[in-house]
């Protein structure tokens, strides 16, 4: 697979092999970029990024990106008026039918994203100097225009039916690619979420894998004391789709989720994770990690520090 960023863009850092070295850049560029932000989703980093690593380097199926390596400026709402219009969707390859897509549904896991494309060479670093800024394409709550997205998933819980619909289609069609739907625990709460898999089981929805980060926390706390989801595994199976469950962060786990598949039965991977996975310096803030406000700028400096600190140990 052609992981390559796109001809004539700027150049792009050297794009590590391995996936777990991925991952922890990941981590260290999103706590780097919620410092200069004052504030940011950095726990949705440290619980997707091997997740995320793993899918953009090994399982994904996908062309080199079609997108710019610095994202030009909003260019409005995608329709017949507006031909200026770029999906962000450009950024994982061009839509064809032998290449699989990837759909984000949890928008505020966006930083993840976009620090995952440029750990896999998809953008530049340079675009996160972008991030949050007027005019750009870099929200902190991305939508389709958003570099990896090309789907605004809101209100919550929705994408699960565009990613089934978007799967049946290319059935119909008689398309090779797969779809990818990474989603959150959260969304386990909603009703459509058991709806769409209701129907992926009734239409034997095979070439769409739903991976669930399972890090047990919300915007109020803790999952399990907003609404249960548990036990999770048994609710999607009497559903009808087949699920496994795994650590999250174990890199070969998440490498043989391909072997899970089945013949007419969607799969759902229940990825069980850790909010502050390699960024110990949260645990204080347990389970009110959802999103990261320092509380002075003496913590800031705190959090500036240890990342310091996770370069010198990478650096050795």
């Known amino acids: 697979m052609d992981r390559s960023p796109a001809a004539g863009t700027a150049v792009i850092d050297e794009v590590p092999d391995d996936a777990r ?16 932000n004052k504030g940011g989703y950095l726990s949705q980093a440290c619980s997707s990024a091997e997740a995320l690593a793993v899918l953009y380097t090994n399982l994904m199926n996908i062309g080199a990106s079609e997108g710019p390596a610095m994202p030009a400026p ?31 549904s949890p928008t505020h896991y966006s930083l993840a994203l976009y620090v995952t494309l440029v750990e896999v060479g998809r953008l530049a670093p340079a675009t996160l100097d972008e991030f949050e800024m007027d005019g750009g394409t870099l929200e902190m709550i991305g939508a389709e225009h958003s570099p990896g997205l090309e789907i605004t998933s809101g209100s919550f819980g929705q994408a699960i039916s565009q990613a089934a619909g978007m799967a049946l289609a290319r059935r119909l069609k008689g398309d090779a690619g797969h779809v990818w739907l990474y989603i959150s625990d959260g969304e386990m709460q909603e009703g459509q979420t058991w709806e769409a898999l209701a129907s992926m089981a009734h239409h034997r929805i095979d070439n769409l894998t739903v991976l669930i ?70 645990r204080d803030r347990y389970p009110e990690t959802h999103y990261v406000i320092f509380r002075s700028e003496e913590e800031r400096e705190r959090y500036r520090d240890y990342a310091s600190a996770l370069e010198k140990e990478s650096d050795t």
């Not at 991952?23 to 200069?36: C, G, H, K, N, T």
């Not at 399990?224 to 989801?229: C, H, I, L, Y």
């Open 21 to 36: 070295e991925i991952a922890r850049r990941i981590r260290l560029r999103a706590l780097r970029q919620v410092i200069e």
């Open 74 to 104: 909003y260019q409005g709402v995608p329709g017949p008026d507006n031909p200026d219009y770029l999906s962000g969707g450009m950024y994982n390859g061009p839509k064809r039918p032998e290449l699989d897509r990837f759909i984000l």
């Open 213 to 282: 980060d399972a890090n047990g926390q919300q915007v109020d706390g803790r999952l399990e004391a907003v609404t249960a989801a548990e036990p999770m595994r048994e609710r999607i199976e009497a559903f009808g789709a087949k699920c496994v469950e795994i650590d999250g962060h174990d890199v070969e786990a998440l490498l043989a989720i391909p072997a899970e598949r089945e013949t007419g039965r969607p799969l759902v991977v229940i990825c069980r994770t850790d909010p502050a996975r390699g960024m110990e310096v949260m």
